[in-house]
């Protein structure tokens, strides 16, 4: 079946470190790739997305390459701030005949300590 | 901008109560989902929507019901609440079904069962 697994945290940053999570998926087909982000006490928010092999997703200077060779997705951002302390999810929507269902990985929590 | 919202931020019941949680969305989407979030588990899909009166089982769906009389609303159901339901419940919406379109989420209502 279709699955998205992340790399376990915490993860414990000084700010302005550079930043990655890890995430491999399994899916049938070509399925359109996700990081979602929850801030603390709130709900999820889209950070970026890529739909198809190759695209770069970015947004708020973190980005994600989509790999279907590697069948990867991994975060990244260049400079963490404080404020990007935060839980990530990685997730995906496969084809075919699907209704927008997303699957999850398990979330990875980023603190960044000044 | 789209808003979900959810009818509680915080709830505490009682094992064998009935409880209601309601989601509301305000821009016309037709999918509606509800996931609970776990540590460690990241989300799990219980049950979706992509049509009033329409409802699918997620992968959860044991000892949940849900309700879609109008294209805005979503309520999520447990019939007989259980100890083992205490977890982070969120609703979310998209607009379309089978494409790649941004899941909206609410904030989440923490519900504990004592």
């Known amino acids: 079946g279709n699955s998205v697994t992340q790399m376990e945290g915490p993860v414990t940053l000084s700010e302005e470190a550079f930043l990655t999570i890890n995430c491999t998926y399994t899916?049938?087909?070509?399925?359109?790739l996700f990081w979602y982000v929850q801030y603390p006490g709130e709900g999820l928010q889209l950070l970026l997305k890529?739909?198809?092999?190759?695209d770069k997703g970015s947004n708020k200077g973190f980005e994600a390459t989509y790999r279907k060779e590697t069948t990867s997705f991994h975060l990244e951002k260049g400079s963490v701030q404080v404020s990007d302390s935060a839980v990530y999810f990685c997730?995906?929507?496969?084809?075919?005949?699907?209704?927008?269902?997303?699957?999850f990985g398990q979330g990875t929590t980023l603190q960044v300590k000044p | 901008d789209v808003k979900v919202t959810q009818s509680s931020r915080y709830l505490v019941k009682r094992t064998g109560e009935k409880v209601f949680l309601e989601c509301v969305q305000d821009?016309?989407?037709?999918?509606m989902f509800w996931y609970r979030q776990d540590p460690g588990l990241g989300l799990r899909l219980i049950y979706f929507s992509y049509d009033v009166k329409m409802k699918e089982k997620g992968d959860i769906p044991e000892g949940y019901s849900v309700s879609r009389e109008k294209k805005e609303r979503f309520s999520l159901i447990l019939e007989s609440a259980s100890t083992n339901q205490t977890s982070m419940y969120l609703c979310a919406s998209s607009l379309e079904a089978g494409r790649a379109y941004e899941q909206y989420f609410g904030p989440g209502t923490r519900l504990t069962v004592t």
């Open positions: 821009m016309d989407h037709e999918n």
């Open positions: 890529a739909t198809k092999a190759d």
């Open positions: 899916a049938t087909g070509y399925p359109s």
């Open positions: 997730a995906l929507v496969a084809p075919p005949g699907n209704t927008g269902k997303l699957i």
